[in-house]
């Protein structure tokens, strides 16, 4: 229902938009070039972005009155009244910018086609800007014509085909799309740079946007569409790897310094290309049938603690209260049971290893972990005592059951402050971990399980399981990852190993001895370690 509905809308705005834009064409007082922008102004931007965005009626209004400003600036070409203008539609496209951040906030990275819908939002306040610049005639270092071809790149390369790529990914999700969809966010930065620093690095740019647009192109052949549809977005993509090979003989006339093909061939060929058959026929194409999103909402419960803990609470001995509300514990050894549930009476050493890649960064966040007293781990990796202590927090204030922060200290300083919880999603129990942070709380939701006697609890398994942010109402889901396995060397002795990776990439290892305190060793010593089918029994 929601997405008919959205169709008719975007039909309705594409006609208005099909009728303002012969109206400029027929009165205005614009060069005809000028229709290369003014169509994605009127036509293309406002379908596409009603497409992906859920609009209320100020909304929908504030479209509607930005269309109706391109319209005059027609006919207002230059002054203050145009200025005026411009500056309008500048902030309109901040508008919109603010509901692509609005949007990341809500999931973060965890979508690859929804993150793409997310920067081409983005980055059209770029496009705003760019194009206030022109109408407003400021120096940018660039000729006017320069300036106002950014604004199209940014209306179109920017805003437009992000919005329609991630269309496609709702469709389509694999490895070499993902690929393909971080150089075409990447691109219409890279080319600016190129553009402004260097020919070189604008070469680069070029050459990996023509390997993504092909590899787009021939990824709508590996994916079943609509019959319409699919004629149309391949028509549509189609025309991009046509006009790629301008751009590409464009960079090379500048390179060589031997004229190919200059700004006005780029203007006839590349231009009515884009505008006629990349924008055009694509939002025609997307307008049949706006695919649903796949993401789905995150419900799980979060702690409202943000900053530090301020109040001291009454001491609690572990960090759950039955390690088996999470996992099968009849084939674990019963020391990590009891680790869990009693861990104020165990001691741990703890080797910090952070991947080489990563050390400059983590010797650069030493400074403010020290301030904020949260993931404050050395940089050195000699064995070294964690102390600490559990305590509870109080639920009215956290929001959620039971929760006990694990405080660990290293030489009398915070290094970790984690709030543990837990909550049930699709009859799985998971750990619910928050960090709070200054205005903010990192949510870790582990999934638990037991393999080859050892416990596991990773963020990569499970509907839930991930780690996130948490600011204010929004949740989103960061590109980190972690994993501990934990092991049984007798009753009195546990080994860990907590691995955590960024996009994929290892940049910390930590291996823990844990030991029982010598005077709570009796708490497990009538357990015997027996193998039997894979389990534990006790004698």
């Known amino acids: 229902m929601l997405v008919n509905l959205r169709n008719n809308q975007c039909s309705l705005i594409l006609l208005l938009g099909i009728a303002l834009t012969a109206i400029c064409l027929s009165f205005g007082e614009q060069p005809h070039y000028s229709w290369l922008l003014t169509v994605a102004q009127l036509i293309f931007v406002p379908a596409m972005v009603m497409m992906v965005v859920d609009f209320q009626s100020v909304g929908k209004i504030i479209i509607v009155g930005m269309m109706l400003v391109v319209t005059l600036l027609h006919f207002w070409t230059d002054g203050l009244y145009a200025i005026a203008l411009a500056f309008l539609y500048l902030l309109y496209t901040f508008y ?34 760019w194009f206030f610049a022109f109408t407003a005639n400021i120096n940018t270092g660039f000729s006017s014509l ?23 990914g709702r469709l389509h999700d694999s490895s070499w799309y993902r690929v393909i969809v971080f150089i075409l966010l990447a691109g219409p930065l890279l080319v600016a ?29 590996k994916t079943k569409l609509l019959l319409g549809q699919g004629i149309l977005l391949r028509i549509s993509y189609g025309a991009l ?16 310094g031997t004229y190919y093909v200059g700004i006005p061939e780029m203007l006839r060929f590349h231009g009515v290309m884009n505008g006629l058959f990349f924008g055009g026929i694509g939002v025609v194409a997307w307008a049949i049938a706006v695919p649903a999103t796949n993401q789905r909402t995150f419900n799980f419960p979060v702690s409202q603690i943000r900053g530090k803990l301020r109040h001291e609470h009454q001491p609690h001995p572990g960090l759950v209260d039955a390690l088996q509300d999470f996992v099968d514990t009849t084939k674990l050894h019963p020391v990590i049971s009891d680790f869990y549930e009693q861990t104020t009476s165990y001691r741990l050493l703890a080797t910090v290893q952070w991947k080489t890649w990563f050390k400059p960064f983590a010797f650069l966040y030493q400074g403010m972990s020290r301030l904020l007293q949260q993931l404050n781990l050395p940089f050195s990796n000699q064995q070294i005592e964690m102390t600490g202590r559990i305590v509870k927090v109080d639920e009215e204030q956290d929001s959620r059951q039971s929760p006990r922060a694990w405080i660990r200290t290293i030489k009398q300083q915070t290094v970790f402050v984690a709030i543990y919880s837990r909550h049930t999603s699709n009859q799985i129990t998971y750990m619910n971990i928050a960090l709070p942070l200054p205005f903010s709380t990192m949510v870790g939701i582990l999934y638990a399980y037991e393999e080859q006697g050892q416990l596991h609890l990773t963020s990569q398994q499970g509907e839930d399981a991930g780690i996130y942010l948490a600011i204010g109402n929004y949740v989103m889901k960061l590109p980190l990852q972690e994993h501990f396995r934990i092991a049984a060397v007798n009753d009195q002795t546990l080994t860990a190993v907590h691995k955590m990776t960024l996009f994929g990439i290892p ?23 027996k193998v039997l089918i894979g389990t534990y029994q006790k004698e």
């Open 96 to 129: 919109i910018a603010i509901k692509g951040v609005k949007r990341f906030l809500q999931r973060g990275f965890t979508n690859c086609a929804e993150f793409s819908i997310d920067m081409g939002l983005i980055y059209l306040a770029l496009g705003g800007f």
């Open 146 to 168: 320069i300036t106002w071809l950014t604004a199209i790149h940014f209306h179109y390369s920017a805003c437009l085909l992000p919005l329609s790529v991630g269309l496609f």
């Open 193 to 221: 740079i190129g553009i402004t620093f260097s020919i070189i690095i604008e070469i680069i740019a070029v050459v990996l946007y023509i390997l993504a647009i092909y590899g787009l192109f021939v990824l709508t052949f």
């Open 241 to 256: 790897c046509l006009t790629i090979i301008g751009s590409c003989l464009y960079v090379y006339s500048r390179l060589s």
């Open 507 to 529: 940049f910390l290892h930590i291996d823990y001895h844990i030991q029982k305190n010598q005077q709570t060793r009796q708490g497990i010593s009538g357990y015997k370690e």
